[in-house]
Structures are given as structure tokens and as C-alpha cells.
Nanobody, 115 residues
Framework: QVQLVESGGGLVQAGGSLRLSCAAS????????EDWYRQAPGKQRELVAS???????NYADSVKGRFTISRDNVKNTVFLQMTSLKPEDTALYYC?????????WGQGTQVTVSS
């Protein structure tokens, strides 16, 4: 059974930084594409960043240059380093993967950026 457990969210002032973690079990992060999504109140869930099995990364235009996705294969964990945070980054952040054509989501971790 695949489980994704996010942590690291919190309240931060604009310009600050946070590092989100996604601990995976039942899947191996190094052989799948792992994603971070976010959903703000009243808005659709959007893709923030992805990392492929080959290490290729992709970012939403709104976070390019500020967010970095990475993984630790030993810890089977995916990270999202967020810097220069803005109030518009406030959202519930979810870890996501696909395994055997099934989508798996974590429970989400809240990020709130105050102005």
C-alpha cells in the first residue's frame, strides 16, 4: 500500500523559507515521477514541481527560481525547498505519485505566508 506523508508546513512571513518533506512507503521515489501540488481556497489544485526518475525537474512558472524539488533515495523522501515566499504561495501542499496507473496523494501540509 502506497503512503505519502507530508510535513514541514507552517506560518512564515513573506520573503521567508520553508522546506516540505514527503516520506514515501510502498513505492520507491527514485523510480517514479514525484510531484508537489498545491490548492488554495477557492482555487483548483495546481502542479507546483515534478522530479522524474532520471532526475529531470519541472516547475510552474509562478515558482521558478524560488522553489527546488529534490529527493533522498536512501530516505525514500521527496523535498520541496521554498524560498522568497509570497502571500500567494499560501495553500495546502500535497505530495503525489502514480504507481501502476493509480494516483496516490498525501494528506497535505498547510503553508501560510503572511504579508
Amino acid at each position: 500500500q502506497v503512503q505519502l506523508v507530508e510535513s514541514g508546513g507552517g506560518l512564515v512571513q513573506a520573503g521567508g523559507s520553508l522546506r516540505l518533506s514527503c516520506a514515501a512507503s510502498g513505492t520507491i521515489v527514485s523510480i517514479n515521477t514525484e510531484d508537489w501540488y498545491r490548492q488554495a481556497p477557492g482555487k483548483q489544485r495546481e502542479l507546483v514541481a515534478s522530479i522524474t526518475s532520471g532526475g529531470r525537474t519541472n516547475y510552474a512558472d509562478s515558482v521558478k527560481g524560488r522553489f527546488t524539488i529534490s529527493r533522498d533515495n536512501v530516505k525514500n523522501t521527496v523535498f520541496l525547498q521554498m524560498t522568497s515566499l509570497k502571500p500567494e504561495d499560501t495553500a495546502l501542499y500535497y505530495c503525489h505519485t502514480v504507481l501502476n496507473w493509480n494516483n496516490y496523494w498525501g494528506q497535505g501540509t498547510q503553508v501560510t505566508v503572511s504579508s
